[in-house]
């Protein structure tokens, strides 16, 4: 799920939230909320039961068997392209493969990286620290005292949930630092003030969390001293989203923020110096996407009138720090998107940043100069008609890593100092794309607007209704969906025939602020709508047939799953629906749910429930209708989308004795898998019922 560009890191910082304790009134209301109890004997035995089923029906296929060994091949590829991330002169990586499961934290000398050079040098090997402290250690990131770059703050997750532990790390010594900074697991994040000072935001204890299961309270803590005796910097009100600290280091300099998250949506942004707070001057509803030369960078969700200027929602744009805190806003433009064009992300480096913009869901790259106080763009030469994401920068050097790939052309990661651009490394072609085709096309909504989508197929496809065909989306948070090359699909599904379709629905940002906001809160049903116009042209074309035709979503596409199977059960042979949310009562109440309400609404109130409930699959879901046999796949350490959703969907449909398939992974968090070896099982089963069910082949549950 997507918010601002910072938020979106702090995100990996979540933490684990109890669910809530439930009154009789509301278990005599609904009688699976003993489902939500995560880890409680008698879930997990129901939990048992479902896994059980659904290994019969998936795994004693051939084809699971196959694609299982097929994924591996890829996931765990010698060959595979190691992203680097940028921190001073080196670039690090983590590696996993066949031997080292849990992965390797390394790094290289950006010099040598770019010869492709081998000469790696491992810092931790999170296989031995898991075996070794009897955990199942995920690496989550870490964070940099800039500029020498010799420590680091270390994240490690427990079985890949959204807690994590945080641990000082010399990176000469390859060691964790004795006596170091250390917090023990817990949504939050920590930014360097100094060597011997951090800004942090944890669970202090009792009051410290909001009602989203964020930290509410920043604190500035020595380092030699304790969480009981750090100060109290910032803090938030329990009912806001969180709280968050953040640092730039900047023409030599450390500039540090917290950022106040009031909700997905709005925010204010303080500047910290001297121990003192000073509020900058912003739009509530911009996203903080940076800062570069003494200036943040901000891309407008609404128009905003200042200095007798109008600038108009899905601007990108700069401010002097130094300028606003002293009362005078000065706003620069840096990219201006039209009706068909969006800014996607933008990297930082020592002289210059580079701007990532999609064009009718194409990525286009410019890298812009601030001369004179005024902004010059300068088109790179990148590749087009496909999918670019900027990978690393740095403001301490001129590199930047970005990728390439589409549909059918495998990634190739790039490196530049400048315009000018060098392949880096291409990944294997690992299925035949030779004999297929990529087109986009636009089907018309129910309430007219154009809806793109691209569709993988055959080239010698025949149009009689028979093809077997899957349509993915996401739809939500202001997240873009673009044409990539996937190894998963192009093995699972482009192999065996299927045809592949993305649907650029609503409520994600492929044509900026206002895409999304179309499909907000009351005006969600937008969203399933141009899903169903997707699926309604591609049988009307003759591509498929409700009879051949599934439909897959993951998190908020997971709900848009849930959704589409109880609107439209007339329309899908097979549906994935993958760590969803679908108790859309109850979703506010549980783990991170209370920070989607700027997105969903509040059910809370009546006015906002009465929208809600119209589409909520679990109040949805009727004893007297025909559905498909939907595919239920969520884990049990999902600390972000509550497992319960799934669970209470799926035993609700069998007492009414719908027919549908279960399995929730025991570690993996909310992707639901934590290594190779677990993606590999989670991806061969999900095509594997696909193959199943969309070739009208019935699944064997002997």
């Not at 917090?183 to 942090?200: A, D, E, H, Q």
């Not at 106080?373 to 590199?399: C, H, M, R, V």
Request: aromatic letters at 14%; one cysteine or more.
């Amino acid at each position: 799920m997507k918010n601002s560009t910072l938020l979106i890191l702090f995100v990996s910082f979540l933490t684990l939230q109890t669910a809530a304790l439930y009154s009789q009134e509301q278990a005599e209301e609904d009688p699976y909320l003993w489902l939500e109890e995560v880890e409680s004997e008698k879930s997990l035995d129901w939990v048992k039961e479902q896994n059980k089923n659904s290994e019969q029906i998936l795994t004693s296929n051939p084809l699971y068997e196959n694609l299982q060994k097929r994924y591996l091949e890829v996931y765990n590829d010698k060959d595979k392209i190691a992203y680097p991330n940028i921190v001073g002169d080196y670039v690090y990586n983590l590696w996993q493969d066949e031997k080292y499961e849990r992965g390797l934290w390394r790094r290289m000398l950006t010099k040598d990286y770019l010869k492709n050079n081998s000469n790696w040098e491992t810092l931790i090997d999170l296989d031995a620290l898991s075996e070794k402290e009897g955990k199942k250690w995920v690496y989550a990131g870490a964070t940099f005292l800039e500029p020498a770059n010799d420590i680091c703050i270390v994240a490690l997750s427990d079985g890949g949930t959204d807690q994590d532990e945080l641990r000082e790390f010399n990176v000469k010594s390859k060691k964790f630092v004795a006596n170091g900074i250390t917090f023990p697991s817990s949504k939050g994040g920590v930014s360097w003030i100094n060597k011997n000072k951090v800004l942090v935001a944890r669970d202090f204890g009792e009051g410290s969390m909001t009602t989203s299961g964020y930290p509410s309270q920043i604190k500035l803590m020595d380092r030699n001293g304790s969480m009981d005796e750090a100060k109290l910097i910032f803090k938030t009100d329990t009912t806001n989203l969180g709280a968050f600290p953040a640092s730039f280091y900047d023409n030599n300099k450390q500039y540090i923020f917290i950022y106040e998250a009031i909700s997905f949506y709005e925010s204010n942004l303080f500047f910290l110096v001297d121990n003192q707070l000073k509020q900058i001057t912003y739009p509530k509803d911009a996203e903080f996407a940076g800062f570069y030369s003494g200036s943040l960078i901000v891309s407008l969700q609404s128009d905003w009138n200042i200095n007798d200027t109008v600038y108009k929602k899905g601007t990108l744009l700069s401010m002097n720090l130094q300028d606003n805190l002293n009362g005078k806003v000065k706003v620069k433009t840096i990219y201006q998107p039209n009706d068909r064009s969006s800014f996607v992300s933008v990297s930082t480096s020592k002289d210059f940043i580079v701007v990532n913009s999609m064009e009718n869901v194409q990525n286009k790259l410019y890298k812009y100069t601030l001369n004179n106080d005024e902004w010059s763009a300068e088109k790179i030469n990148a590749p087009e008609f496909g999918s670019i994401y900027l990978t690393s920068s740095n403001n301490q050097t001129n590199d930047y890593f970005f990728r390439f790939s589409n549909f059918i052309t495998p990634t190739t990661l790039y490196h530049s100092t400048g315009t000018e651009i060098k392949p880096v490394k291409k990944l294997k072609n690992f299925f035949k794309t030779d004999n297929l085709e990529v087109k986009q096309f636009n089907a018309t909504s129910k309430d007219g607007t154009k809806i793109p989508y691209f569709i993988v197929h055959q080239k010698d496809l025949q149009y009689n209704g028979k093809n077997p065909t899957m349509i993915y989306a996401y739809g939500g948070f202001n997240a873009s969906s673009q044409p990539n090359y996937s190894s998963t699909i192009g093995i699972g599904w482009l192999e065996q025939g299927g045809v592949y379709v993305l649907a650029n629905i609503r409520g994600g940002g492929e044509f900026g602020p206002s895409w999304h906001q179309a499909a907000m809160k009351e005006k969600r049903q937008n969203a399933y709508d141009d899903f169903y116009a997707v699926s309604e042209e591609l049988i009307a074309k003759k591509i498929t047939s409700a009879d051949h035709l599934g439909a897959f979503g993951w998190s908020n596409g997971g709900l848009m799953a849930g959704v589409v199977f109880t609107q439209r059960p007339d329309l899908y042979k097979a549906v994935v629906v993958g760590a969803p949310l679908l108790d859309m009562k109850r979703y506010s109440k549980l783990l991170a749910g209370a920070s989607w309400m700027g997105e969903y609404g509040n059910p809370d109130i009546p006015e906002e429930w009465a929208y809600i409930k119209k589409y909520s699959p679990y109040h949805n879901v009727s004893k007297d209708k025909e559905y498909p046999e939907v595919y239920f796949v969520t884990s049990t350490k999902d600390d972000r989308v509550h497992p319960g959703h799934a669970r209470k969907m799926a035993a609700k449909m069998k007492d009414m004795g719908h027919p549908y398939i279960y399995h929730e992974t025991i570690e993996g968090g909310h992707g639901a898998a934590s290594t190779n070896a677990q993606q590999a099982e989670m991806w061969s089963s999900i095509y594997t019922y696909f193959n199943m069910k969309l070739n009208n082949k019935p699944l064997d549950k002997k």
